[in-house]
């Protein structure tokens, strides 16, 4: 199903007569060793169902163990989303069933989460500041993972087989719950992916999780409803599950937004139900009738003892915490002399702390930003990977500008170097040695080209005596050409000069 099988409205319009009311859940699986409830490994990418045990596939009899680590990571994540923490917090079973959920319950907690009362403070493109409260941050364990066979972009819709991995059954989650966001109109959409992406940064200055929204360790499930203007009621909400990357969650507020305000302006109705997203096209196709809390008959896990939480263990943990990455951004602005516009560049080209790494690896802030905001941001984009994914690191960009510091390298050549790198070619100096790229500093050998280029462009050499000293870029070009770009060029310059004298 795609865009064009609904009347949408436009999305001025939208706002002319509705007013949305967002609510987003953040799912974020916690990077530890082990599983939330059992010691198998946690890890991602291994062969299906080869991290399994007696607990995550639900045998009878198996008892589950809190994992220490999973509690102290939510509790880090609390804290840093400015939540109080409970002294104490139960687990409860969220019973339904789902072919990759083997137990048929979901290990969760309920009306007694860990975290609560807390908010984050977003910026936006133009650098206005949101403030996004939040209701809840509460451990659970993630569920397995479905592959359907046969159906289009592998969805159940059409498939003709289902394979199940248990593999991420039992794997730590936090889930993080916003307070409604009201009042923000036409910039609903913004706000829902600045508030997913600093929630991304953060988890990862944390280092509690990778939060790969492609590989599904950070999932957001966006909930939308309109009310008229002017009426104080929230509407009907539904809730767009598993979106997966920052530009889809902008994309799934803007079309509810635009499909909701449709269906209500011809008189209809808006179903309280999930939402599937569909990268494709930026629409949203209907999932099944959403649950309310009664349908999943919450009650507390028998098997688990209450999770007491100590001051002391509260207090020791913030003490642990990072600079947080807003404080570090005005930090390093600061520092650096940066523009805001300058510093929302690199943010939002993924690039910052690439650029804070080559800087602590030798090359200045300027050098740094140049190689990773221009070039290599346009060798990802032909690539069609993130900025961070490209095959070179922070200390071999900062090798670059130190060979071309050094003269031993010229812009070209660096380049030249770079893509070696990228290529798999080698580290900075064995691309350059096995390439041939470092400067020819001979100065016979750069005499000789000059003496050449000017024997073959006598009408230059006139132009020149005539007055004209611009004429002399023609010269350096053609050295350049026959020393195959490698040839120094304040060298040439100073021998062109010199010859023409």
Request: hydrophobic share 40%.
């Given at each position: 199903?795609?865009?064009?099988?609904?009347?949408?409205?436009?999305?001025?319009?939208?706002?002319?007569?509705?007013?949305?009311?967002?609510?987003?859940?953040?799912?974020?699986?916690?990077?530890?060793?082990?599983?939330?409830?059992?010691?198998?490994?946690?890890?991602?990418?291994?062969?299906?169902?080869?991290?399994?045990?007696?607990?995550?596939?639900?045998?009878?009899?198996?008892?589950?163990?809190?994992?220490?680590?999973?509690?102290?990571?939510?509790?880090?994540?609390?804290?840093?989303?400015?939540?109080?923490?409970?002294?104490?917090?139960?687990?409860?079973?969220?019973?339904?069933?789902?072919?990759?959920?083997?137990?048929?319950?979901?290990?969760?907690?309920?009306?007694?989460?860990?975290?609560?009362?807390?908010?984050?403070?977003?910026?936006?493109?133009?650098?206005?500041?949101?403030?996004?409260?939040?209701?809840?941050?509460?451990?659970?364990?993630?569920?397995?993972?479905?592959?359907?066979?046969?159906?289009?972009?592998?969805?159940?819709?059409?498939?003709?087989?289902?394979?199940?991995?248990?593999?991420?059954?039992?794997?730590?989650?936090?889930?993080?719950?916003?307070?409604?966001?009201?009042?923000?109109?036409?910039?609903?959409?913004?706000?829902?992916?600045?508030?997913?992406?600093?929630?991304?940064?953060?988890?990862?200055?944390?280092?509690?999780?990778?939060?790969?929204?492609?590989?599904?360790?950070?999932?957001?499930?966006?909930?939308?409803?309109?009310?008229?203007?002017?009426?104080?009621?929230?509407?009907?909400?539904?809730?767009?599950?598993?979106?997966?990357?920052?530009?889809?969650?902008?994309?799934?507020?803007?079309?509810?937004?635009?499909?909701?305000?449709?269906?209500?302006?011809?008189?209809?109705?808006?179903?309280?139900?999930?939402?599937?997203?569909?990268?494709?096209?930026?629409?949203?196709?209907?999932?099944?009738?959403?649950?309310?809390?009664?349908?999943?008959?919450?009650?507390?896990?028998?098997?688990?003892?209450?999770?007491?939480?100590?001051?002391?263990?509260?207090?020791?943990?913030?003490?642990?915490?990072?600079?947080?990455?807003?404080?570090?951004?005005?930090?390093?602005?600061?520092?650096?002399?940066l523009k805001d516009e300058e510093m929302r560049d690199l943010v939002n080209a993924g690039a910052l702390d690439l650029v804070i790494a080559t800087v602590e690896a030798g090359a200045t802030p300027d050098e740094a930003r140049s190689w990773w905001v221009s070039y290599l941001s346009?060798?990802?984009?032909?690539?069609?990977?993130?900025?961070?994914?490209?095959?070179?690191?922070?200390?071999?960009?900062?090798?670059?500008?130190?060979?071309?510091?050094?003269?031993?390298?010229?812009?070209?050549?660096?380049?030249?170097?770079?893509?070696?790198?990228?290529?798999?070619?080698?580290?900075?100096?064995?691309?350059?040695?096995?390439?041939?790229?470092?400067?020819?500093?001979?100065?016979?050998?750069?005499?000789?080209?000059?003496?050449?280029?000017?024997?073959?462009?006598?009408?230059?050499?006139?132009?020149?005596?005539?007055?004209?000293?611009?004429?002399?870029?023609?010269?350096?070009?053609?050295?350049?050409?026959?020393?195959?770009?490698?040839?120094?060029?304040?060298?040439?310059?100073?021998?062109?000069?010199?010859?023409?004298?």
């Open positions: 199903m795609t865009a064009a099988t609904y009347d949408l409205m436009d999305f001025d319009e939208v706002l002319e007569k509705f007013d949305p009311v967002m609510g987003l859940e953040v799912h974020v699986e916690l990077h530890t060793a082990t599983k939330m409830f059992s010691a198998s490994s946690a890890a991602f990418g291994d062969a299906p169902n080869s991290n399994v045990d007696p607990v995550s596939l639900g045998l009878p009899g198996a008892l589950p163990v809190v994992n220490h680590t999973g509690v102290e990571y939510a509790i880090k994540i609390g804290l840093a989303l400015n939540c109080s923490i409970a002294e104490s917090s139960r687990f409860a079973r969220k019973n339904y069933f789902y072919p990759d959920q083997p137990k048929n319950y979901q290990i969760s907690q309920y009306d007694e989460p860990i975290a609560y009362d807390g908010y984050l403070d977003v910026v936006l493109e133009d650098g206005t500041e949101w403030r996004v409260e939040i209701e809840r941050a509460h451990m659970e364990e993630d569920t397995g993972k479905l592959t359907h066979l046969g159906g289009a972009g592998s969805r159940i819709h059409g498939a003709t087989a289902s394979l199940v991995d248990c593999n991420r059954a039992g794997v730590p989650l936090i889930e993080i719950v916003t307070k409604p966001i009201e009042g923000a109109g036409e910039r609903a959409p913004e706000i829902a992916k600045a508030y997913v992406a600093a929630l991304r940064e953060l988890v990862v200055a944390l280092d509690v999780s990778d939060a790969r929204m492609d590989q599904g360790s950070m999932r957001c499930d966006a909930n939308l409803s309109l009310r008229p203007i002017g009426r104080q009621e929230f509407g009907t909400r539904t809730e767009t599950k598993n979106i997966n990357s920052l530009k889809s969650v902008e994309q799934a507020i803007r079309f509810e937004m635009m499909r909701q305000a449709a269906v209500l302006e011809d008189g209809g109705v808006i179903e309280q139900e999930t939402r599937h997203f569909h990268e494709a096209d930026g629409s949203t196709s209907k999932g099944r009738p959403k649950e309310s809390a009664d349908d999943y008959r919450y009650f507390n896990d028998p098997d688990l003892p209450p999770v007491i939480v100590s001051r002391e263990w509260v207090e020791e943990i913030r003490a642990t915490l990072p600079e947080m990455p807003w404080l570090r951004r005005a930090r390093i602005q600061e520092a650096w002399g346009g060798k990802a984009n032909e690539s069609a990977v993130e900025l961070a994914d490209l095959a070179i690191t922070p200390a071999q960009v900062a090798r670059v500008v130190v060979l071309i510091n050094e003269g031993k390298l010229t812009n070209k050549l660096a380049r030249k170097a770079v893509d070696g790198v990228l290529a798999g070619e080698g580290d900075v100096d064995e691309v350059v040695a096995a390439r041939g790229l470092e400067v020819v500093r001979d100065d016979g050998a750069i005499e000789a080209a000059v003496e050449e280029a000017l024997a073959a462009n006598p009408d230059i050499v006139e132009k020149y005596k005539a007055g004209n000293t611009k004429v002399t870029g023609a010269i350096v070009g053609a050295v350049m050409k026959t020393t195959k770009g490698k040839a120094d060029p304040k060298t040439v310059n100073e021998i062109i000069a010199r010859k023409l004298a």
